[in-house]
């Protein structure tokens, strides 16, 4: 199964959640109670299985990240091959994905929208160009926008905005250069909490 490309809105009213999938975050809590469809506004949610709450936790972790099951699954093989806690070390990845890092940072406002400029090859790694939105990164990397991306208009507030993005311990911006540095690998307490970790570890471990 593919990326899903449909309403953003849907998946949030599906688990009651804002998972920051869209830039209007008071437009999506309006309706946050009120389960998709025709019948949403009378619908009554069910409760969920052990194994219904590891499936949405999971799905939940797609939405936010943007991947496929191909991708979540050969992430979880990797942080159960790394030393440490497996949930710690599954979101550690997942946090350092390139478009995950350039949202982080405040380049976009979503991560659909900063795996776009990703994938345009608006952003350079080091110096050198990365158009790979699934890229790694580490520590002592450095993010930066393309000299001659800088005049596009979807930039042209980007140093404002930077001045004012709150980011992650684990990253710095440099919001004049507009340039963001990786410090050091996300620890726990960087982690968004829309999903349960734990749930996901224990939905693969049986598959």
Excluded: C
């Amino acid at each position: 199964m593919g990326r899903y490309i449909g309403p953003k809105n849907k998946i949030a009213r599906r688990f009651g959640i804002n998972l920051w999938l869209k830039s209007n975050p008071a437009k999506v809590s309006r309706r946050l109670k009120q389960a998709p469809g025709v019948h949403g506004p009378t619908k009554r949610r069910k409760s969920l299985s052990g194994y219904g709450r590891q499936l949405a936790e999971k799905q939940k972790a797609k939405f936010v990240y943007g991947l496929r099951e191909k991708q979540l699954r050969g992430y979880m093989k990797e942080a159960n091959r790394r030393d440490g806690d497996s949930g710690v070390n599954l979101h550690q990845i997942l946090e350092s994905r390139l478009d995950n890092v350039v949202y982080r940072l405040g380049f976009a406002i979503t991560r659909a929208q900063s795996r776009q400029f990703v994938s345009h090859n608006m952003f350079t790694v080091n110096g050198k160009k990365m158009n790979i939105p699934s890229y790694l990164v580490k520590t002592g990397d450095v993010i930066a926008l393309k000299e001659n991306k800088k005049k596009k208009g979807v930039f042209h507030e980007l140093t404002e905005r930077l001045s004012h993005v709150e980011v992650p311990g684990w990253l710095s911006v440099d919001a004049k250069a507009q340039t963001g540095k990786v410090l050091n690998t996300p620890l726990e307490e960087n982690f968004e909490k829309t999903f349960d970790v734990k749930l996901i570890i224990e939905y693969y471990s049986t598959r």
